[in-house]
C-alpha cells in the first residue's frame, strides 16, 4: 500500500510569483485535504477536495486554488506569493463514506517547504 | 467553532519516565479526536484516533489517551519515554462542516515539543 506522497519537497520562489505543489494519495482514498504549517505553529486547514469537487474551505484567499484529478491526485495553487506564504504545506488524504462524513482519518504526507524570499 | 488547547508548549522528561501531554477542547457536539505526532522535519504521523466507542484508546509505540467528557480533556500519557519519543505532538479535533454540507476540517492545538534526556 502506498501512502500519501508530494512533490516537489522543497521550493524557493520570489514575491509575486505563482507555484503549484502536487500531492497522491493514498491507494484507495478519495478526499484530499491540504494544511499550511508556519514555523513553530500547528497546521491550518486550506480546503477539501472530495471526489473533483471542493469540499470545505478555511480561512485563506481566493489566490490559493486546488483541484482534485479522476484518480484523486490535487494540486494546490498559489497566486501572487507573499513573503507570509513562507510555510510547510501539508496534504493529507482519507476515504469519505459520503460527502460529509466527518469519521474518517486523514493520513498526511511529508510536506512541500516553500520559501518565499 | 471547535478549538484544541494543548496545555504545554514544551515538556521535557528523562528516558524510561512517564510522559503526560495535556489537551483540552472545545465542541459543540460529539467530537472525533486524535494525536498526531511530527518528528523534525517530517510530516505527521497518526498516533490514535477516538470516535466515541471506548474513551480509554491504545494507539502505535506505548502511547493512550483517555477522553473525558465531563473536564472536555484529552491527555495522551505513554508510561516509559523512549528517546525515540522526542517530537512535537498535536492533539486535534475534527470539525465537522456539516452546516455547510461539507465534510470535515481537521483543528489543531499548537503542539507541545517533547524532549527526552538520556
Known amino acids: 500500500e502506498t501512502g500519501v506522497t508530494q512533490s516537489p519537497t522543497h521550493l524557493i520562489k520570489t514575491r509575486g510569483q505563482q507555484v503549484t505543489l502536487r500531492c497522491s494519495s493514498q491507494s484507495g482514498h478519495n478526499t484530499v485535504s491540504w494544511y499550511q504549517q508556519a514555523l513553530g505553529q500547528g497546521p491550518q486547514f486550506i480546503f477539501q477536495?472530495?471526489?473533483?469537487?471542493?469540499?470545505g474551505r478555511g480561512n485563506f484567499p481566493p489566490r490559493f486554488s486546488g483541484l482534485q484529478f479522476p484518480n484523486y491526485s490535487s494540486e494546490l495553487n498559489v497566486n501572487a506569493l507573499e513573503l507570509d506564504d513562507s510555510a510547510l504545506y501539508l496534504c493529507?488524504?482519507?476515504?469519505?463514506?459520503?460527502?460529509?462524513?466527518?469519521?474518517?482519518?486523514?493520513?498526511f504526507g511529508p510536506g512541500t517547504r516553500l520559501t518565499v524570499l | 467553532a471547535q478549538s484544541v488547547t494543548q496545555l504545554d508548549s514544551h515538556v521535557s522528561v528523562s528516558e524510561g519516565t512517564p510522559v503526560l501531554l495535556r489537551c483540552n477542547y472545545s465542541s459543540s457536539y460529539s467530537p472525533s479526536l486524535f494525536w498526531y505526532v511530527q518528528h523534525p522535519n517530517k510530516g505527521l504521523q497518526l498516533l490514535l484516533k477516538?470516535?466515541?466507542?471506548?474513551?480509554l484508546v491504545k494507539g502505535i509505540n506505548g502511547f493512550e489517551a483517555e477522553f473525558k467528557k465531563s473536564e472536555t480533556s484529552f491527555h495522551l500519557t505513554k508510561p516509559s519515554a523512549h528517546m525515540s519519543d522526542a517530537a512535537e505532538y498535536f492533539c486535534?479535533?475534527?470539525?465537522?462542516?456539516?452546516?455547510?454540507?461539507?465534510?470535515?476540517?481537521?483543528?489543531f492545538g499548537g503542539g507541545t515539543r517533547v524532549l527526552v534526556k538520556p
Open positions: 477536495y472530495y471526489r473533483e469537487e471542493e469540499n
Open positions: 493529507a488524504s482519507s476515504l469519505k463514506i459520503f460527502k460529509t462524513s466527518d469519521t474518517d482519518t486523514q493520513y
Open positions: 486535534v479535533v475534527s470539525d465537522n462542516l456539516r452546516i455547510k454540507a461539507a465534510g470535515n476540517k481537521l483543528t
Open positions: 477516538y470516535t466515541s466507542a471506548a474513551t
